[in-house]
Structure formats: C-alpha cells, structure tokens
C-alpha cells in the first residue's frame, strides 16, 4: 500500500514566519493530494485540494506543491490562528492514507 | 451545507454500535460520503465508503469484516455500523464528502461522534 511519511512531526516558529510541511508518497502518484489544519476537538478543514489548489474561503497565505513524490504545504506569514496540526492526504485511491501530522506552535 | 452526526456512545467490549451522518444543503446523489476515525493523538485513518448516486461501498481491508456502511436516501442519511468492539476501537468517528468524479477532496465534514468501548 502507498505510504505518505510527513515530516516534521512538530514544528515551532514566530508570528510572521514561513514554514513548510513535507509529505513523500511512497511511490508516484497523482496530484490527488489533500492537506487538512485540526484544532483540538474539531474536525480537520481542508486547505488545499490537487496538491495546489486552494479551498475556496481559505487564507491565500496556505499554499501547496509538487516535487516528484514529494507534497509541500506552506503557510507564510504565521498568525497566532495558525497553531493547529496539520496533515497530507491521498485520495485518489482507496486506502486514501493520510500522514503522520505536523503539529504547529506559534511561540 | 453541512453533515450532522449522531451523539457520543459508550460501548462494551464485542458490543455494536451504529453512527449517522445526515446531510443538507448539497445534493446528496453528487457525492460519495466516507467513514474515517482518529484514535487520541494520532491522524485520521479510512475506513469505507459508499457512492451516493450507485450505492456502491468500498471498505478497508482491516476493518472489512466488522464494518458496515448504508443509506437512506429519503432521508439523505448514511449509517456506519461496527460490530465486535473492542477498546482499539475508542475514537472519534467522521463522515465526509467527496464530489463523484472530482479531485475535490474532502471538503465538508461532520462535527465527529465519539465511540468510547470500555
């Protein structure tokens, strides 16, 4: 089965910084790679659709890319509303796995 | 547009529990509606889905056996059904949407219910 290994599993950065997130797909695949924010308690949010595609409603300092296997969700510009965890998904085929998670501290 | 879940359970070890999911606001036979779980700190995981519009269910392979998903149109609801509970099985438990034929991901979930088996 495809893997999705992101990294890192936890991040810490300052109000206004720019921070990455990395998933690396076992094996290539399509552009159907989702990336989600959860905050504790609630359901996870989708950011961005298609590897690069923005979720209409959502903040255009959330962006996304593809090198080969790699999958890379950035946030520019960190507000203090941005602390949450965050995760890669594959969902062009079932199991449509997920990665590990990034949490996100604001210092 | 929303999908609104049924409430928190508490289970024995090898009970059943069924979870609902009803939807509004969408056209309900456009969409696929998935099951996904998270267990406490950790990600979502699959676990199946059924295709509105032809009524097909795709389940994962680990959970196939005690899983159960099915509809009732008229009333726009989607059910999970889960048998044999064990207390691997404590999580909280999401239905999503996925547009037929769309790389649009999962973009509307439910508020979540919480399974406890203890």
């Known amino acids: 089965d495809l893997q999705m290994t992101q990294s890192p599993s936890s991040l810490s950065a300052s109000v206004g910084d720019r921070v990455t997130i990395n998933c690396r797909a076992s094996?290539?695949?399509?552009?159907?790679v989702a990336w989600f924010q959860q905050k504790p308690g609630k359901a996870p949010k989708l950011l961005i659709f298609?590897?690069?595609t923005l979720q209409p409603g959502v903040s255009s300092r959330f962006s996304g890319s593809r090198s080969g296997t790699d999958f890379t969700l950035t946030i520019s510009s960190l507000q203090p509303d941005d602390s949450a965890s965050y995760f890669c998904?594959?969902?062009?085929?079932?199991?449509?796995?997920f990665g590990q998670g990034t949490k996100l501290e604001i210092k | 547009v929303q999908l609104v879940q049924s409430g928190a359970e508490v289970k024995k070890p090898g009970a059943s529990v069924r979870v609902s999911c009803r939807s509004s606001g969408f056209t309900f036979t456009d969409y696929e509606l998935h099951w996904l779980r998270q267990a406490p700190g950790h990600g979502p995981v699959w676990m199946a889905t059924i295709n509105v519009k032809s009524g097909v269910t795709k389940y994962e392979r680990y959970f196939q056996a005690r899983v159960t998903v099915t509809m009732q149109t008229s009333i726009r609801t989607v059910y999970l059904d889960v048998t044999r509970l064990e207390s691997d099985d404590t999580a909280v438990y999401y239905c999503a949407r996925e547009k037929i034929g769309a790389p649009n991901g999962l973009d509307v979930w439910g508020q979540g219910t919480t399974v406890t088996v203890s």
């Open positions: 298609e590897a690069s």
């Open positions: 998904q594959y969902y062009d085929a079932s199991p449509y796995p």
């Open positions: 094996h290539m695949i399509t552009d159907w």
